[in-house]
């Protein structure tokens, strides 16, 4: 009923930029909130930026100053700009979408399968 397709991610060197796009398509009827996850590896998944309908936002402390979480509503697609980019943001980046969707409209927290971001030192 709903899927989201990430592109964008790759290598870059520290302090480099790369910018993530997801794009969610199927049966919306209405998102809530779009926002990038992130899992380095050993380590549990975390909110990376996450932005609402309205366009309210909210960042983890780690990347503050130096990312930007943005929307297209009428596209129903988020970006990720991710500047001054350092080692420790290695990790798999992952899409996230609150919304309702289907034909009996059912709310639904949907999921990307990930892009790979690598920042070498």
């Known amino acids: 009923q709903v899927q989201l397709v990430e592109s964008g991610g790759g290598l870059v060197q520290a302090g480099g930029s790369l910018r993530l796009s997801c794009a969610a398509s199927g049966t919306i009827f209405s998102i809530n909130a779009m926002g990038w996850y992130r899992q380095a590896p050993g380590k549990q998944r975390e909110l990376v930026a996450a932005?609402?309908?309205?366009?309210?936002?909210n960042y983890a402390d780690s990347v503050k100053g130096r990312f930007t979480i943005s929307r297209d509503n009428a596209k129903n697609t988020v970006y990720l700009q991710m500047n001054s980019l350092k080692p420790e943001d290695t990790a798999v980046y992952y899409c996230?979408?609150?919304?309702?969707?289907?034909?009996?409209?059912?709310?639904?927290?949907?999921w990307g399968q990930g892009t790979l971001v690598t920042v070498s030192s």
């Open positions: 932005i609402t309908s309205g366009g309210s936002t």
């Open positions: 996230n979408a609150d919304l309702v969707a289907g034909l009996l409209g059912s709310a639904l927290d949907a």
